[in-house]
């Protein structure tokens, strides 16, 4: 399974967005910062706080049906899904505001909680990095608390082995400036799912200029 988180920039639709990535041969793609659809269905499920913003959970393949999961006063650009697969697990398509950290502990620990025992998957721009001013403690907080109390574990970190704050591929460029790069777009796995992590990607700077950020794709074995 192939996971293609993207923040496509202010507004952007949900198929020519997924048309975009689609050389990327995603399976499950979160799309943060997009305008709602013309209408839902087993394949695209969306919230949002406003018509032009909200966050997309899209299944490219027929075979993965979404299934909405309703959380009562859940962030309202979190997107809860049960992915039908041969064996269903929960995705979270993310996209926090500020306070970031505490917006984001608290969606990942309701959705949690609602799984009832399913695995989650989690991806999308969670706003969150120890490299932002302001976040050195809360964001490294954050992560913990994900991997000590939900057993979810950052994929990326996890893959290249590096630390959070001192990541070397960025996944979002400040004011669209290469000489501002930030890692704030995560895909969360469980921990017993750590050995069937096959890949890992973040687009480079100069292949995708309509957004500040980068798609962010991980691979995990079925």
Known sequence: MRVTSWNCYKGKRVDSSVGLLAP?????????????????????IWRGKYPLQGVAVVSTQPELRLEPVDIPSLHPTVVPVIVHAPKPFMFVGVWTHKPFNPVAWK????????????????????????????????????????????????????????EPGDETRASYYHLFKESKPFHIDYCFVPESWLDRLAGMEIGNFADWPKSDHRPLTVDIKD
Do not use: W
């Open 107 to 162: 969606a990942m620990s309701a959705c949690f909680a609602a799984a009832d025992g399913l695995p989650v998957v989690a991806s999308g721009d969670f706003n969150s990095s120890p490299g932002v001013i302001g976040q050195e403690l809360t964001s490294l907080r954050f992560l913990k608390r994900m991997q000590d109390e939900l057993g979810l574990v950052s994929a990326y970190h996890h893959f290249y082995g590096e």
């Open 24 to 44: 990327l041969r995603a399976d499950l793609v979160p799309l943060q910062e997009c305008c709602r659809p013309d209408g839902e269905s087993t394949s695209v």
